[in-house]
């Protein structure tokens, strides 16, 4: 059974950092793309970072981010703890939302629950 739970987000001031967690279980986070993605009120869900597969061993794998966030976030994976992160610096109230892991498993997507940010002073 898939399934994906974040955690560490909180409430921060603006310039400070969070690092966010999505453990996963019923796959591997090294053979599939993962997927953070945030939410504010009123908005539409964001793709904020992704992270490639890494299904061949000393591969670069590929990231990449949403323009706002590029220099201050960054998504990285721990293949024995099967857990993905998202490492957020110089945070900003535009920061403020739900984040959500993501990923595709058998044609499916799965999210997690959410871990909500607020970024204020």
């Known amino acids: 059974q898939v399934q994906l739970v974040e955690s560490g987000g909180g409430l921060v001031q603006p310039g400070g950092s969070l690092r966010l967690s999505c453990e996963a279980s019923?796959?591997?986070?090294?053979?599939?793309?993962m997927r953070w993605y945030r939410q504010a009120p009123g908005k539409e869900r964001e793709l904020v970072a992704l992270i490639g597969s890494a299904l061949l061993p000393n591969t670069n794998v590929s990231t990449n981010y949403t323009d706002s966030v590029k220099g201050r976030f960054t998504i990285s994976r721990d293949n024995a703890k099967n857990t993905v992160y998202l490492q957020m610096n110089s945070l900003k109230p535009d920061d403020t939302a739900v984040y959500l892991c993501?990923?595709?498993?058998?044609?499916?997507?799965?999210w997690g629950q959410g871990t909500q940010v607020t970024v204020s002073s």
């Open positions: 019923g796959f591997t986070v090294s053979s599939r793309a």
């Open positions: 993501n990923a595709q498993v058998f044609f499916q997507d799965y």
